[in-house]
C-alpha cells in the first residue's frame, strides 16, 4: 500500500506565508514526480507546481497564477515534497492535494500516480 499524506494547511490572512508538507510512505521503489494541486469550490482541479527528478538533478514547473510566491521542493530520502507559500492571495484558497509518480517494484514498466486526502488552505482578505 502507498500512502500520501498532506499538512500544513491553515486559515491566513492576505500577504501571509505556509508551508506545506506532504510525506510518501509504502511500498515505494522510487519515484519520479512529485506535485502540488488545487481544488477550489466549483473549480476543477489545477496543477499549482511540479518536480521532477532526471539526470541532471531535478526541475520544477508552476502555474503562471503562482511564479515568484510559491516554491516546491523536495526530500527524496524522506520521500517528502513541499510547498512553501509566500504573500498568499484569496484566489489561493482550496484544497491543496499532494501527488506522486511513482513504482512500487523494480518490475514497473511504468508510472503510477498516486493521491493525497488533501489538505486546507484558506486566505482571508
Known amino acids: 500500500q502507498v500512502q500520501l499524506v498532506e499538512s500544513g494547511g491553515d486559515l491566513v490572512q492576505a500577504g501571509g506565508s505556509l508551508r506545506l508538507s506532504c510525506v510518501a510512505s509504502?511500498?515505494?521503489?522510487?519515484?519520479?514526480?512529485m506535485g502540488w494541486y488545487r481544488q477550489a469550490p466549483g473549480k476543477q482541479r489545477e496543477l499549482v507546481a511540479v518536480i521532477t527528478n532526471d539526470t541532471d538533478g531535478s526541475s520544477t514547473n508552476y502555474a503562471d497564477s503562482v511564479k515568484g510566491r510559491l516554491t516546491i521542493s523536495r526530500d527524496n530520502a524522506k520521500n517528502t515534497v513541499y510547498l512553501q507559500m509566500n504573500n498568499l492571495k484569496p484566489e489561493d484558497t482550496g484544497v491543496y492535494l499532494c501527488s506522486a509518480d511513482l513504482r512500487k517494484t523494480d518490475y514497473d514498466r511504468t508510472w503510477f500516480r498516486y493521491w493525497g486526502q488533501g489538505t486546507q488552505v484558506t486566505v482571508s482578505s
Open positions: 509504502g511500498s515505494i521503489v522510487s519515484i519520479k514526480t
